[in-house]
């Protein structure tokens, strides 16, 4: 059990947890837009290219989704005025997992279909780490980030 100093008021370290998961939830909607909106233009514009089977390899397929979420992501932690290191960190969280399932999917180990449920599993402790990483900027109001370089 975490004890709470008596100086700080337990409503402080709630709304602290709170801002923490509104900010997680704000990331993960905004990483579901990205793959409804960039997913089917992408592919429109590969298929407009006839490069319709570009992304039919496991670990492309993977790379785009990841970067359509990853797009889609950084574009709001900056509206939200994430420093431009913590945007790259969260991305990094986020591709990382599909990367590092890839020498399963070499092995023969993981099916192309698995690759994409476990890398998309991964990736939210991944950003909970790269939140943890910072954790003060996660846990302060969206109004009270400062505008960064």
Do not use: C, N
Not at 31 to 56: H, S, Y
Not at 88 to 93: G, K, L, Q, W
Request: net charge positive.
């Amino acid at each position: 059990m975490t004890r709470i100093h008596p100086a700080v008021p337990a409503t402080f370290h709630r709304a602290k947890v709170l801002r923490f998961v509104r900010h997680f939830l704000e990331m993960v909607v905004a990483m579901v837009a990205g793959m409804m909106v960039l997913g089917p233009v992408r592919t429109l514009i590969v298929a407009q290219l006839g490069w319709a089977d570009l992304f039919d390899p496991p670990e492309l397929g993977a790379l785009a989704m990841a970067a359509d979420m990853t797009i889609a992501m950084s574009l709001w932690m900056r509206y939200r005025k994430h420093s431009w290191l913590s945007i790259a960190e969260m991305a990094t969280a986020m591709v990382l997992p599909f990367v590092v399932l890839f020498v399963p999917l070499w092995a023969g180990a993981l099916a192309g279909d698995t690759l994409l449920l476990a890398g998309h599993l991964l990736m939210l402790p991944a950003m909970v780490i790269a939140m943890l990483h910072r954790r003060s900027e996660y846990t302060q109001d969206h109004r009270r980030h400062a505008p960064q370089p």
